[in-house]
C-alpha cells in the first residue's frame, strides 16, 4: 500500500492512510499499543487534532480500539483487501454548521416571530432540565437549532440545517466522537443558548450571529477536549465525585 494520498485528502485522511499501511507492514501486532498522540503528532508533523480524527478513522473501520486513559491499541491487521473510507467527521460537521447556522442565526433574528421565541425559550429551559441526566439525549439541543433555522422563512436553509444534524448521527466518525463527548460529561452549555435567544429577542442579527458562532466555537473545542485520553479520565472522575456529592447530601 503506497504512503501517498490524493491531493484532495484532508490532512488526517493522509495521516490514516499513513498508520494503515505501518499496520498493514506488519509493525504492530494485534494488542499492541499505538505511540501517544504527542509522538504521533512530532513523527508524522501533523497537529494533535490531526491525529485524533485519523485515529477515529481507524477506530471507525474497525482497526484500533480506543481505551480511555489508555491509548489506542491495535484490534486487527488490515487485509489486503482493506481501502480506508472516510466519512465526515464532527470536526468538519462542525465546521460547516458554524458557516451555516452563524448566517441562519442572523437572517432569523430579523424575521423571527413572538411565537417562534417563545418555543425558544422552553427549549432552552428543556435544554437544562435534559443536561440534569447524565443519559440525557440532545433532543432539545437539536430542536433549539432546528427552530432558529425554520425561523429564517427560507425553506432550502431549514433543510440544509436539518441535513447537517442528520450528519451527526449518520456519519459514523462523527456519532462516534459525539458519544465521546458525551461519556466525557459535555453537555449543551445552557448560557450558550441564552446569548443567542437574547440576540435574537433584540432581533440584531450580528450580534445573533455572533452568538452562533461563538457557541459552535465553543462545540469544536469540546470535542478536541472529549478525544483527550486523560481530560476524559478526568472528567469522569468530576461527574462521579458530583454524583458522589449528591448521594452524601440526600442521604
Known amino acids: 500500500m503506497s504512503d501517498a494520498a490524493p491531493a484532495q485528502d484532508r490532512l488526517y485522511q493522509d495521516l490514516a492512510r499513513r498508520l494503515i499501511a505501518v499496520l498493514s507492514s506488519g509493525h504492530y501486532k494485534v494488542g499492541d499499543r499505538l505511540p501517544a498522540e504527542r509522538e504521533l503528532s512530532l513523527q508524522y508533523n501533523v497537529s494533535r487534532p490531526t491525529v485524533r480524527e485519523a485515529v477515529i478513522a481507524l477506530e471507525v473501520q474497525g482497526l484500533v480500539e480506543v481505551r480511555v486513559g489508555s491509548g489506542a491499541y491495535v484490534k486487527r491487521l488490515p487485509g489486503?483487501?482493506?481501502?480506508?473510507?472516510?466519512?465526515?467527521?464532527?470536526?468538519?460537521?462542525?465546521?460547516?454548521?458554524?458557516?451555516?447556522?452563524?448566517e441562519a442565526a442572523a437572517l432569523a433574528a430579523t424575521q423571527i416571530t413572538d411565537e417562534g421565541l417563545a418555543e425558544l425559550e422552553a427549549l432552552v429551559e428543556e435544554i437544562e432540565r435534559e443536561n440534569e441526566n447524565p443519559d440525557g439525549t440532545v433532543r432539545a439541543d437539536r430542536a433549539f437549532h432546528l427552530a432558529i433555522a425554520r425561523a429564517t422563512r427560507n425553506a432550502a436553509v431549514a433543510e440544509a440545517v436539518e441535513r447537517l444534524w442528520d450528519l451527526r448521527s449518520k456519519s459514523p466518525e462523527s456519532a462516534l466522537l459525539h458519544e465521546k463527548a458525551r461519556s466525557a460529561n459535555i453537555m449543551p452549555v445552557v448560557d450558550e443558548h441564552t446569548a443567542i435567544l437574547k440576540a435574537l429577542?433584540?432581533?440584531?442579527?450580528?450580534?445573533?450571529?455572533?452568538?452562533?458562532?461563538?457557541?459552535?466555537?465553543?462545540?469544536?473545542?469540546?470535542?478536541?477536549?472529549?478525544?483527550?485520553e486523560k481530560a476524559i479520565e478526568?472528567?469522569?472522575?468530576?461527574?462521579?465525585?458530583?454524583?458522589d456529592r449528591y448521594v452524601r447530601a440526600t442521604s
Open 234 to 243: 478526568e472528567a469522569r472522575r468530576a461527574a462521579q465525585a458530583k454524583r
Open 201 to 228: 429577542r433584540n432581533h440584531d442579527p450580528v450580534a445573533a450571529r455572533g452568538a452562533m458562532r461563538t457557541h459552535l466555537a465553543a462545540v469544536l473545542d469540546s470535542l478536541l477536549f472529549a478525544t483527550e
Open 80 to 102: 489486503k483487501d482493506d481501502i480506508p473510507g472516510f466519512n465526515i467527521t464532527a470536526f468538519e460537521l462542525t465546521e460547516a454548521r458554524l458557516l451555516f447556522e452563524g
